[in-house]
């Protein structure tokens, strides 16, 4: 079993729908991170949070530490938005753990 | 700032070659790591550096791969020798400070074929 499982795999959704992102994890943490990979490749941090919730723009990320579960929140999604999104956890010292990526379509 | 710069952006070469990823942190961060991804098994860590200092090399596959930051502002990967099965995409990202608990910032690349 990953210690960062991600669900689903793949999403595809119509313009204008909320996404939900879903993120388990199995160990103790310092943090956990939510990343955007678009085709290009290229990778760029969108959350970092050890608690609670966090909100930038149409998206928002909560975090139950209790329950070990984290979800990314799309509002209002755009074509735009298709990418992968990575869960990934920070443990023993600064090491992240990734989970296996959520690839993401929205429809126009 | 440019944010984490990679070169090259894209290496083709043939199994038994050298090759030499390069990284160049923000200015004034001072944690930079190196990761791997594939299909088979995403991103993993390969290794992670704190002012300089190798802290946690844990996820370098092999002898075969080595890494160097002489430097504040440079960092090196090197295979020798190269296999087909080191063809992934290799990121470098670097973090302002050594706290456990800030983002880090990725760099765009480095796509590598060995053929």
């Known amino acids: 079993k990953n210690e960062v499982e991600q669900s689903p795999q793949n999403l595809t959704a119509q313009e204008g729908e909320f996404i939900t992102i879903n993120c388990s994890y199995s160990v103790g943490i310092s943090a956990l991170h939510w990343l955007q990979q678009h085709p290009g490749g290229g990778i760029v941090s969108l959350f970092m949070?050890?608690?609670g919730k966090k909100k930038h723009g149409r998206l928002i990320a909560t975090i139950n530490i209790q329950e070990k579960h984290s979800s990314l929140h799309i509002t209002a999604s755009h074509p735009r938005d298709s990418a992968v999104y990575i869960c990934?956890?920070?443990?023993?010292?600064?090491?992240?753990?990734f989970g296996e990526g959520t690839q993401l379509t929205v429809n126009p | 700032d440019a944010g984490v710069i990679q070169s090259p952006r894209h290496e083709v070469t043939e199994m038994g070659q050298e090759v030499t990823l390069r990284c160049k942190p923000i200015s004034g961060h001072n944690s930079l790591f190196w990761y791997r991804q594939t299909m088979m098994r995403g991103l993993e860590l390969l290794i992670y550096?704190?002012?300089?200092?190798?802290?946690?090399d844990s996820g370098m596959p092999e002898d075969r791969f080595s890494a160097k930051m002489p430097n504040a502002s440079f960092s090196t990967l090197k295979i020798q020798p190269s296999e087909p099965r080191d063809s992934a995409v290799y990121f470098c990202a670097s973090r302002p400070t050594s706290g456990r608990d800030n983002e880090q910032f990725f760099g765009p690349g480095t796509r590598l074929t060995v053929l």
């Open positions: 949070l050890s608690s």
């Open positions: 990934a956890v920070g443990t023993s010292g600064s090491r992240l753990t």
């Open positions: 550096f704190n002012n300089n200092v190798p802290i946690d």
